[in-house]
């Protein structure tokens, strides 16, 4: 593992007690320019996992509550008349950040929900014809509520096919949560946490993802998994070509993680679930028989002829 995430991962570990895996899947995704669904109950660390990445790597935190009166502007920021240069100029939204926090992303509307595709995909936002370049590092952080429907709207599949990653956090367990008990009683400990890295090291350590070699017979490997997701006859509609192209950047900073320059069949398998199943839309037949998506990919897994390397 580069000394850096090591490092980083550790830091993170000081206020977010027992989820290791996930700050391992965040970093992937962060490594891979990849944005994040989290999709989990209240109060299990949602906001303060992404504070603290932020916190960890110096780089500015923004946090956005949606609720049904967000407007576009408040994500992408608008134009406003200057009387003194008699000119209209850019103010900022809550988008010009390097980690965006979209909190209970399904509580606001469709149309401001769209605001977020192009900042996604391209990392830009555009206000009344002029492009403005977002900072980099950027990272979009969705969390949203798995179990109260009333007051939402549901995420279309343009939406959900922009997140690289979806996760949970999770309940932590009786020492884990005795452990927080214990270190947030009295004071937020993420009020003392230090930087360990800075968003330039981050750009370098992309960099150096990018370099991770993958054998051809593994980019095969993921076309056949990806392709066994659009003939399935439980599957109304399968993955994309983003979802092979995401997996494939998965599979290299989950290798680079791990302190490999080479990708092996098993980090293929490691990222395939949480790259790959919420781009899956389910038969009503599947669903009423309890199949689920993440069921699906572990089963073609399983199915799937893992290519010596």
């Given at each position: 593992m580069s000394k850096t995430i090591d490092i980083l991962i550790d830091n993170v570990e000081k206020i977010i007690i027992g989820k290791r895996s996930v700050i391992e899947h965040l970093l992937v995704a962060l490594l891979s320019d990849g944005h994040v669904?989290?999709?989990?109950?209240?109060?299990?660390?949602?906001?303060?996992?992404?504070?603290?990445?932020?916190?960890?790597?110096?780089?500015?935190?923004?946090?956005?509550?949606?609720?049904?009166?967000?407007?576009?502007?408040?994500?992408?920021?608008?134009?406003?008349?200057n009387p003194g240069t008699r000119e209209f100029e850019y103010r900022e939204?809550?988008?010009m950040c390097n980690f965006l926090l979209a909190d209970e992303i399904n509580r606001t509307s469709p149309k401001t929900q769209?605001?977020?595709?192009?900042?996604?995909?391209?990392?830009?936002?555009?206000?009344?014809?002029?492009?403005?370049?977002?900072p980099r590092p950027f990272m979009v952080l969705a969390t949203q509520n798995p179990i109260e429907s009333f007051g939402t709207y549901p995420l279309p599949e343009a939406q959900m096919d922009r997140f690289f990653l979806k996760l949970s956090i999770g309940y932590p367990?009786?020492?884990?949560?005795?452990?927080?008990?214990?270190?947030?009683?009295?004071?937020?400990?993420?009020?003392?946490?230090?930087?360990?890295?800075?968003?330039?090291?981050?750009?370098?350590?992309?960099?150096?993802?990018?370099?991770?070699?993958m054998e051809e017979c593994l980019k095969e490997y993921i076309i056949n998994i990806i392709a066994a997701t659009r003939s399935d006859k439980n599957v109304v509609l399968g993955c994309s070509p983003r979802g092979s192209l995401n997996l494939y950047k998965a599979s290299k900073a989950w290798a680079f993680i791990m302190g490999r320059d080479y990708v092996l069949p098993d980090d293929i398998q490691k990222m395939a679930v949480p790259v790959l199943a919420h781009r899956i839309?389910?038969?009503?037949?599947?669903?009423?028989?309890n199949y689920n998506s993440t069921k699906l990919i572990n089963d073609i897994l399983q199915n799937t002829k893992v290519p010596a390397v």
């Open positions: 669904l989290i999709e989990d109950v209240p109060g299990v660390g949602k906001t303060q996992l992404v504070a603290t990445l932020a916190r960890s790597v110096n780089g500015a935190f923004n946090r956005i509550q949606f609720t049904p009166d967000v407007m576009p502007s408040d994500i992408m920021g608008f134009s406003m008349f939204g809550a988008a769209s605001s977020l595709l192009e900042i996604m995909e391209e990392f830009q936002v555009t206000v009344d014809g002029k492009t403005y370049k977002l367990d009786k020492n884990e949560e005795k452990l927080i008990i214990d270190r947030f009683g009295s004071e937020n400990p993420l009020d003392r946490l230090e930087p360990v890295t800075t968003t330039q090291e981050l750009i370098e350590l992309k960099d150096q993802v990018k370099k991770v070699r839309i389910l038969s009503q037949g599947a669903k009423m028989n």
